[in-house]
Each structure stands twice: as C-alpha cells, then as structure tokens.
C-alpha cells in the first residue's frame, strides 16, 4: 500500500528564513506525488506536483520540491518564508484504489513564521 | 467560475440526526471525492466516485453513504449522526483520477458538530 510520512506536525522559522518540510513516500510504483496548502478557514490548494520528468518541481507562491527515489522523498522548499506562507502543508501520494486512483494525504505540518 | 462548492458551512446535530452535506462542481469533472479532516489526522477519503452513478467505498466509509444523481453533485449523507463524526468535511472534483497530472480541486469545506 503507498503512504505518505510527514515530519513534523508543526514547524516554526523566523520570516526570511528558509523553509524545509520535509514528506517521505512508501510505493511499490513510481508515485505521482502532490504538495497542497491550507490557509486557515480555507480549503486546500494545489502548490506543485511531481507525476514524471524533471525530478525539480517549482510551484506557486515561490515553493520548490525535490523528488528523489533513492530517498524516497519529495521534501518542500522555499528559501525565503513570508509571513503570508503561515499555513497548513499536506504531502500526497496517488494511489490505486479498486483500479481508481486517488489522493492519499500525509497528517500534515503546520508553519508558523514569526517576525 | 464557482469551483467546487459545499453547502452547508456549517452545521450542529444532535446525536441521532440525519442530514445530507452538498457538493457542486461546475467544471464538468467526471470523479468527485469527500474527505474528513481531523486534527493531527490529515484528510482521509470516506467515499468518491468516478462518474455519474457510480460509488465507492474509502479509507473510512462507515456510517456514510453517498449518491451522484447528477455529473455535476455529490452528497455525503449521515444517517444517524454520531459525536464521532464531529469534523471538517471537504468535497473535492478531478477531471479524471488523480494519477498523472491531474489536480483535484477542493471547496471550502463544511464544519459539523455532533452533540
């Protein structure tokens, strides 16, 4: 079965400093693997996702993820934070589901940006 | 252009209660999902559904059920209300599976109290 880890539920940096969220993987196949972001009240929006090619994937609002099979992760970067990136992250991997495939999240990290 | 878009927004029942949660997508996408979020547990997938008139079971479907009458509906109903299914509910749409490059789109969400 493919699952997702994230490390961490909750990470705190200072505003300009860089941001690490970090997402592991299990898959027997090679995943698609997706990065989403709740701000508060919200529901959740697409930053970037990794389905095949280049294994550097930038997404919105400055963020980047590196997928690398040895490791087995697709940890999230942004070099750096603002307060307006304060939010909930979810790492997901697409899974197969009955010949379907669908989304299957990681519990989630919270970033808290202090001044 | 509305998205994904869940009504209600919020809601309290008392335990017993029976409602039925709405979701309307407007971007003619044949699969459709519902998620519950709880703290520390991300989001797990109760039920989704690949096209009009088909159904399938999740991560977590007891004490749900689902119908899409309609391509462009999905609704979660609770047949008889429990203070464990106290959480946020999230509807979300794909043009197809979310496998390869296709994103899902998530509402706002609805935020239920059992009591």
């Known amino acids: 079965a493919q699952s997702v880890t994230q490390l961490g539920s909750h990470v705190s940096v200072s505003e300009g400093a860089l941001v690490l969220l970090r997402c592991n993987y299990s898959?027997?196949?090679?995943?698609?693997l997706f990065w989403y972001v709740q701000y508060p009240n919200q529901g959740l929006q697409l930053l970037l996702k990794y389905t095949t090619g280049a294994t550097l994937v930038k997404g919105i609002n400055g963020f980047e993820a590196e997928f690398k099979k040895s490791e087995t992760s697709f940890h999230l970067t942004k070099p750096s934070a603002h307060m307006s990136d304060a939010a909930e992250y979810f790492c997901a991997v697409s899974v197969l589901n009955s010949g379907y495939s669908t989304l299957t999240f990681g519990k989630g990290t919270m970033l808290l940006v202090s001044p | 252009n509305a998205g994904v878009t869940q009504t209600p927004k919020f809601r309290v029942l008392k335990t017993g209660q029976s409602m039925t949660l709405l979701c309307a997508q407007d971007?003619?996408?044949?699969?459709m999902y519902w998620y519950r979020q709880d703290p520390g547990m991300g989001l797990r997938l109760i039920h989704y559904?690949?096209?009009?008139?088909?159904?399938a079971k999740g991560e977590v479907p007891d004490g749900y059920n689902v119908s899409r009458l309609k391509k462009q509906n999905f609704l979660l109903g609770l047949e008889s209300a429990a203070p464990s299914q106290t959480s946020v509910y999230f509807c979300?749409?794909?043009?197809?599976?979310?496998?390869?490059?296709?994103?899902?789109?998530f509402g706002q969400g609805t935020r239920l109290t059992v009591v």
């Open positions: 979300a749409s794909s043009y197809m599976g979310t496998g390869g490059s296709t994103e899902a789109f």
């Open positions: 898959s027997s196949v090679p995943p698609y």
């Open positions: 971007m003619n996408h044949e699969y």
């Open positions: 559904s690949v096209g009009e008139g088909t159904t």
